[in-house]
């Protein structure tokens, strides 16, 4: 057992003794995730008269550029609720083979940000494809830069060999992430962006998911939200 699990795991032995009136399920109280190196805990807020203050308590916002955003943000990407990243949170995220993407502009995100997620603005990934920006973000999330790519090789790729179909004439996604991104919620059309830039870098659609609800969803549920150090 690795001292990172013991870290998460103790905290949770000892809290066992003070239950939650708001729980975010029937079974579980909280979540725990680190975040910018320290341990955070992911639980709903207790107080049941609390109300959303500021920009999401509003219902209303000019669109565009706020448009409701569809449920599918692209072909083969899944979206999923709350629930989807806790899980992913508690497995892909603490085992290191997931990342969790706050797509906005870095203004947005030093207001506030959900737990264990890392900032990657949306615009990063319409950068042309040799910008160091770019591939620097890209092997964060584990994607490796190929060079010159023979004829052959590619043609026997492109059967599905070889692991062709994590591959592309740039990059070698065999070891990428499992992603979940993320932005202001469903009128935001960040997060989407992100997506389809990705989608057209070539990154699986299987590794991609979207949390549709992003902020706004989070904060109407009085989950726990960080402001970056």
């Not at 905290?11 to 708001?22: E, G, I, K, R, T």
């Not at 590794?207 to 706004?216: N, S």
Request: glycine fraction near 10%.
């Amino acid at each position: 057992m690795t001292i990172r699990l013991l870290l998460l795991l103790l905290p949770m032995a000892l809290s066992n003794a003070h239950a939650l009136d708001v729980k975010l399920t029937p079974s579980r109280d909280f979540v725990e995730v680190i975040h910018q190196s320290k341990l955070i805990k992911i639980q709903r807020i207790q107080d049941q008269d609390h109300t959303l203050e500021g920009g999401f308590a509003k219902t209303s916002r000019k669109c565009p550029p706020f448009c409701i955003q569809p449920m599918q943000a692209a072909e083969g990407v899944k979206t999923i609720g709350q629930l989807e990243i806790f899980d992913f949170m508690e497995k892909e995220l603490l085992d290191e083979t997931g990342l969790i993407i706050d797509a906005r502009t870095p203004a947005w995100w030093k207001r506030g940000t959900i737990p264990g997620s890392i900032n990657i603005p949306f615009t990063v990934f319409a950068l042309d494809v040799d910008d160091p920006q770019l591939i620097d973000m890209m092997h964060i999330l584990g994607a490796k830069r190929r060079g010159e790519v023979g004829g052959f090789t590619r043609t026997i790729e492109s059967f599905g060999l070889m692991g062709g179909d994590q591959k592309n004439d740039e990059w070698d996604f065999t070891s990428a992430k499992k992603l979940v991104l993320w932005c202001n919620g469903m009128w935001c059309g960040q997060s989407p962006r992100a997506i389809k830039g990705l989608l057209e870098l070539g990154y699986p659609a299987d590794k991609i998911m979207y949390y549709r609800g992003g902020m706004q969803g989070w904060q109407s549920l009085g989950l726990t939200v960080v402001v970056p150090e």
